[in-house]
């Protein structure tokens, strides 16, 4: 019983995934984004190739240089060369970004697949939890936790995942009250399976699909928050070059050289444009049908 | 007699659909007169809300008039302008709709709904319209108008929401009101008391009605005349008297006889076997052929056309005697 | 129930999670890893600081009770003093309240008045050019990071374009007060313009769809009306929802807009505090903002139960 159970968990994924690998190169927003960011991460991967100057060496004699031959995007109030400085920002932005999103994902699944499958108390004080988590403006929060944890790539992680595990548990979560109803729960349950065999055998495959659609929208919201925390002073601590420190640096020079300022922004519009088309596309391509 | 308030002719109604066109409506026909009613009888699928949205352009927005015409008061309103048809939309031509839950604007105030057309429509200031408001609630039977006027569509009852809707649809002064099904989301007993204020209203005010039902029953009880509507054409029309007595139309014998609510002395009840066609590629030659107990090969090729059987009868059956003749054998309504 | 019953089970419903947000605050000393008051302190400590902090915030005492007495003066309206002014800092956050209130303020109504119309042009001309142009903005304005729209509307309104705008500070005066917080709250207007449009798009298409648009159609009205007095009345009862949510993004976002445009609200307060290590301040503006959000949250479910009668009926 338990095993037939199984079994059709099994070809449900199959059916799922198969529709997915013939169906993704029709899907416009998919291709757009896939290609959008695949270009800025192979940038970002290749950067020592595709740069001349190290993003943090400064040329105090060639200080808010315009483009020219020698530097692309000219250099700012450090003689540093802008171009490199972006595409190595992109490096550590997209890097922190990437992962910022993955400890989120993980923590507020387990929850929500806990808080949904067992109900009950559990579930009302994560409930409690989830609304007193959101009651707090989201970069208030941030800011406050990178505050009192200190500035650094590690504390940023740490502060976005209390903040972020929220939106997913709250997914998995509904997710779960809708699947544990179905038939194939029922049957394994009644086939005795244990608790832990079904929640992560089971349930986990066919609720995490929304967890995973959100997970692309949410990299944008995390890109867009460690950006702005390096603009106001609190995130990727300098030298290490980050969009956001750059467009706060350059708000000084806005008269002469606004370039300095826009053209991050920028970089940071058109990767998490990269990021909605592909988190668009996704969603279509992962919708039951 | 006057002219006709309402004049169809060779509507047809196409729907654009992923896997193709459906023809929805296929060459409809019908005249109404001033404070005539009219009953379009069907199967859901027959096309008949369809053409009675599509008299006042109304339909969704995948439907199109692509053929006939319809002509109101003298008024071509197929070929007419959106303003056109508007001007005459609520003022000489009113609806009413099915649900009146989902027919009824839920965050507006009911009095204020049925003052609507008056306060717009007709120049009235708000305190001419709001009185008249309550006056059309009590001429459709609403109890304690003043308060009730102030209430919101879900705090009503479905009886007295319909009410309601029958309230708009006299607000405007129509000469002509479209019914589509307004009874057969209610509760039998409401039902009836709806249809006997319809009956009522249609007299005293001496409008027109176009009553579209698949209820035969109800159909007989407020229409004179009716239509009865299979895979998108008219294949039987008359008085209802006639038609229901003796229907000339294999498909509205089969009607007859699976309705169990006449005062029928039958033996047997028999639903009409098959199921209506896909209008999206109807069957050649009869579309009611493959359901027929009376088909035979002309049926089966060609186009049927609506026979005149005199005294305003016509029925598209090339065998018609042949129905008329079982129909003798075995009467569909009981004497007396 | 009418209308007063159901914002009072509301505020009830609301006060677990107040309390929940004052143990939050409470415990954002705690989360500092060693000694909060060393650290808070930072180069600035002396050991009679430390134990001033120490004994200012009861960090002697067992954990509850300490949190008993912070209730015990927030309930009384004292948020500690700063450090680094010396005054209270509740006094410092209401002195600077109206600014983030104006920008907040502002700033919403500039949104609806770009998404509404938007939406509207979107959903009556579904499908066709409009839409997709549209459609487009959320798209493409979500990843706009809002410190850098600020910049960019700095560059080429305050500087460019005819210097309409100043460049920061809050100005005198009514008039001088929209002068200056306009470019600001445009900026927070770009923000959630979008996600405000993408759901009320949906929303509209959804009720052009219903009966009882049909019928106002059938009344003949003309299809302003129709629009505007069924289909946006029914349309923005959701959105309304939407954009109670999302003005938790919204009230974290006037944060940074206060460093862009140098306002003195609240929100820079807590940023100076920070880079000040002046503890207190940022506790309080930490509370006040999640109390503030709290109340915009109670705000917007009473808005929608204004807007839709059905839901007074629970």
């Given amino acids: ?289 | 007699m006057s002219e006709p308030l309402l004049r169809v002719r060779d509507l047809r109604v196409e729907f654009q659909l992923a896997r193709g066109t459906l023809r929805a409506v296929d060459g409809v026909s019908f005249d109404v007169h001033p404070g005539e009613s009219l009953g379009l009888v069907g199967e859901s699928g027959s096309g008949k809300t369809v053409a009675l949205r599509a008299l006042v352009g109304l339909l969704p927005r995948t439907a199109r008039i692509t053929g006939g015409t319809v002509e109101i008061d003298g008024v071509d309103v197929s070929s007419a302008s959106e303003a056109r048809r508007r001007e005459l939309r609520g003022t000489t031509v009113s609806m009413i709709f099915q649900e009146p839950m989902t027919a009824l604007n839920p965050v507006m105030r009911v009095g204020e709904q049925i003052a609507e057309t008056p306060l717009v429509r007709l120049g009235q200031s708000r305190r001419e319209a709001k009185q008249r408001a309550l006056e059309l609630m009590r001429l459709v039977g609403i109890p304690d108008p003043t308060r009730r006027a102030e209430a919101y569509p879900h705090e009503l009852s479905g009886g007295m929401r319909q009410r309601v809707m029958i309230a708009i649809a006299l607000s405007g002064n129509p000469r002509l009101i479209l019914c589509d099904e307004p009874t057969t989301a209610l509760d039998v007993t409401i039902q009836d008391q709806i249809l006997k204020l319809l009956q009522q209203l249609q007299r005293e005010l001496d409008v027109a009605l176009v009553f579209v039902s698949h209820d035969l029953a109800v159909v007989a009880q407020t229409s004179r005349r009716v239509a009865v509507m299979y895979a998108g054409q008219i294949v039987e029309q008359g008085a209802v008297a006639d038609v229901f007595r003796e229907p000339r139309h294999p498909y509205t014998l089969g009607l007859m006889r699976s309705v169990p609510d006449f005062d029928a002395v039958r033996e047997t009840l028999t639903a009409i076997p098959g199921a209506p066609p896909d209008l999206a590629s109807p069957p050649r030659g009869c579309r009611f052929h493959p359901r027929c107990q009376f088909v035979q090969t002309d049926c089966l090729e060609g186009e049927i056309p609506l026979i005149e059987l005199g005294g305003d009868c016509a029925a598209r059956c090339l065998h018609h005697d042949q129905v008329a003749l079982d129909v003798r054998r075995e009467p569909v309504i009981a004497d007396g | 129930m009418n209308l007063g019953g159901y914002v009072l089970r509301r505020l009830l419903q609301l006060v677990p999670i107040t309390l929940g947000v004052t143990i939050l605050v409470f415990f954002l000393i705690h989360l500092v890893p060693g000694d909060p008051a060393a650290t808070i302190l930072g180069n600035q400590a002396t050991p009679a600081r430390i134990a001033l902090l120490h004994h200012q915030w009861g960090l002697d005492r067992p954990i509850w009770v300490q949190y008993g007495k912070f209730m015990g003066r927030v309930v009384h309206g004292n948020l500690g003093d700063s450090l680094f002014y010396g005054v209270s800092s509740g006094h410092l956050v209401l002195q600077r309240l109206p600014v983030t209130l104006w920008l907040i303020g502002f700033g919403t109504l500039l949104s609806v008045l770009i998404a509404v119309p938007l939406a509207a042009i979107a959903a009556t001309n579904r499908d066709r050019i409009p839409d997709h142009v549209v459609r487009a903005v959320p798209l493409v304005g979500l990843g706009f990071p809002p410190f850098w729209v600020g910049i960019v509307l700095l560059l080429v309104f305050g500087l460019h374009v005819g210097r309409a705008f100043p460049v920061g500070g809050y100005g005198n005066g009514f008039v001088g007060h929209l002068h200056s917080m306009f470019l600001p709250a445009l900026t927070v207007a770009f923000g959630i313009a979008p996600i405000l449009i993408r759901s009320l798009r949906a929303s509209l298409l959804e009720v052009l769809e219903s009966e009882y648009v049909t019928t106002a159609r059938a009344k003949g009205l003309p299809e302003s009306r129709v629009l505007v007095r069924h289909a946006l009345r029914n349309a923005v009862v959701s959105t309304v929802t939407v954009l109670g949510v999302n003005i938790g993004y919204l009230v974290g976002g006037t944060l940074v807009i206060e460093q862009v445009y140098a306002l003195p609200g609240i929100g820079q307060l807590m940023i100076n505090s920070i880079f000040q290590r002046d503890f207190p301040v940022v506790q309080a503006v930490t509370l006040v903002f999640s109390i503030m959000v709290v109340l915009v949250y109670l705000l917007s479910d009473v808005v929608h139960a204004l807007l839709d009668p059905r839901v007074r009926f629970d």
């Fill in chain 1, 1 to 289: 019983m338990a095993v037939a159970a199984e079994a059709v968990v099994e070809a449900q994924l199959i059916e799922h995934r198969r529709g997915f690998a013939k169906r993704w190169y029709r899907t416009p927003s998919f291709v757009a984004g896939v290609t959008i960011l695949g270009l800025i991460v192979l940038a970002a991967i290749a950067a020592p190739l595709i740069t001349t100057h190290g993003p943090t060496s400064q040329d105090l004699l060639n200080t808010l240089q315009g483009p020219s031959g020698k530097h692309w995007l000219g250099t700012d109030d450090l003689g540093r060369d802008v171009w490199s400085r972006l595409v190595y920002g992109a490096r550590t932005d997209l890097k922190v970004a990437f992962l910022a999103v993955l400890f989120p994902f993980t923590i507020g699944t387990l929850i929500g697949l806990v808080a949904g499958y067992y109900g009950g108390w559990v579930d009302t004080i994560t409930n409690w939890l989830v609304n007193v988590v959101v009651a707090f403006p989201f970069y208030v929060l941030i800011i406050a936790l990178v505050f009192a944890l200190g500035s650094g790539t590690r504390n940023i992680y740490i502060a976005i995942t209390i903040v972020g595990w929220v939106s997913y548990a709250r997914i998995i979560r509904g997710e779960v009250l809708v699947a544990k109803r179905r038939d194939y729960v029922l049957a394994a349950k009644s086939g005795g399976l244990s608790d832990a065999r079904i929640i992560f055998r089971h349930l986990l495959p066919n609720v995490v699909t929304q967890a995973i659609v959100f997970a692309c929208s949410d990299i944008v919201l995390d890109i867009l928050a460690i950006v702005t925390l390096g603009y106001l002073g609190l995130g990727v601590q300098p030298p290490n070059p980050d969009w956001g420190r750059m467009i706060a640096d350059g708000q000084t020079f806005l008269t002469t050289h606004w370039e300095l300022s826009t053209v991050p922004g920028i970089a940071v519009v058109v990767t998490a444009l990269g990021l909605s088309l592909l988190a668009d596309g996704l969603a279509d391509l992962l919708r039951p049908e």
